[in-house]
């Protein structure tokens, strides 16, 4: 069991930067693939950006590649999300997700098996 805690967020002009930070319970969480995925209000949940457990692949949707960033600390059991040149359309609520294997589709919500609490960005414009 892997309980995820998330901090950061908030409120941002367009064009600034926020980070994301994803804490993790447990001793094996360099084993987990971790995603950050985000909802606006009347919309679909949708994939941000992903790091397979050794951090040594990173996935992005197509668009945030290029302005957001997702990293890890596995010595901290800490995954962050760091968001340049945030845009109005990026307003969602943001939250990270693990799983502990590689998955195939790695992109799709139901891939993963744990959760954070969610974290609002709001960009103002």
């Known amino acids: 069991q892997v309980q995820l805690v998330q901090s950061g967020g908030g409120l941002v002009q367009t064009g600034g930067s926020l980070r994301l930070s994803c804490a993790a319970s447990?001793?094996?969480?360099?084993?987990?693939?971790t995603g950050w995925f985000r909802q606006a209000p009347g919309k679909e949940r949708e994939f941000v950006a992903a790091?397979?457990?050794?951090?040594?692949?990173?996935y992005y949707a197509a668009s945030v590649k290029g302005r957001f960033t997702i990293s890890r600390d596995n010595a901290k059991n800490t995954v962050y999300l760091q968001m340049n040149s945030l845009k109005p359309e990026d307003a969602a609520v943001y939250s990270c997700?693990?799983?502990?294997?590689?998955?195939?589709?790695?992109?799709?919500?139901?891939?993963?098996?744990?959760w954070g609490q969610g974290t609002q960005v709001t960009v103002s414009s």
């Open positions: 997700a693990a799983v502990p294997t590689i998955v195939g589709a790695i992109s799709r919500p139901a891939e993963y098996d744990y």
């Open positions: 447990g001793r094996t969480f360099g084993r987990y693939t």
């Open positions: 790091i397979l457990g050794s951090g040594e692949r990173t």
